[in-house]
């Protein structure tokens, strides 16, 4: 399970720097933020899933996805996936 976890946290990594460069900003870290904890959770989830722990994770997977899924929701209902930084960032600065 580690290196599975390992070489997904890795190509998430990836993913954002690589965008950050196409895109040249560093808001599209923003976007896979409700979508990375469900993918890593189902990592996990997915290979334990023959182990004592495994409807536990099952459990949590559940719970990541339903809160992903909430998050998501929010951010697309904002602007999030329009190509936009995120909103708050405006507040910070």
Known sequence: VDAQASATCAAVAAW????????GTYSFVDQLWS???VVYVGT???????????????VMFALTALWGARLTYNFA?????????DYR???LR
Request: aromatic share 14%.
């Open 16 to 23: 954002c720097l690589v965008g950050s460069w196409v895109r």
């Open 35 to 37: 979508v990375a904890p």
């Open 44 to 58: 996990y989830a997915y290979h334990a899933r023959e182990t004592v722990a495994g409807a536990r994770l099952a």
């Open 77 to 85: 209902r904002k602007g999030g996936y329009a190509g936009e930084e």
């Open 89 to 91: 960032w405006a507040v």
